[in-house]
């Protein structure tokens, strides 16, 4: 069974930063790309970056030159660099991991950005 587990969540003031870190059970070169995605109180959860297998990444427009995803095969691990944050970057993170057969949820880290 898959895991993935995210962590580095936290309360931040606008314009701090914050690293999630999310670390897969096994090596994550067996996915097709992984992701971040969050979820704010009553809106839809949305894609904020992803990766390729062979390291393309790509970003929703609010979050461009802001964030960056990278990953480390080594350790099994993809991140989130998030800069210059914003009140409205308020959500839950969750990373996914996606291959053809599944995706794979982590459980979820709290950003708070106040103001």
């Known amino acids: 069974q898959v895991q993935v587990v995210e962590s580095g969540g936290g309360l931040v003031q606008a314009g701090g930063s914050l690293r999630l870190s999310c670390t897969a059970s096994?090596?994550?070169?067996?996915?097709?790309?992984m992701g971040w995605y969050r979820q704010a109180p009553g809106k839809q959860r949305e894609l904020v970056a992803a990766i390729s297998s062979g390291g393309r990444t790509n970003y929703v427009d609010s979050v461009k030159g802001r964030f960056t995803v990278s990953r480390d095969i080594a350790k099994n691990t993809m991140y989130l660099q998030m800069n210059s944050l914003k009140p409205e970057d308020t959500a839950v993170y969750y990373c996914?991991?996606?291959?053809?057969?599944?995706?794979?949820w982590g459980q979820g880290t709290q950003v708070t950005v106040s103001s």
């Open positions: 996914n991991a996606h291959n053809v057969n599944y995706d794979y």
């Open positions: 096994g090596s994550i070169v067996r996915f097709n790309a």
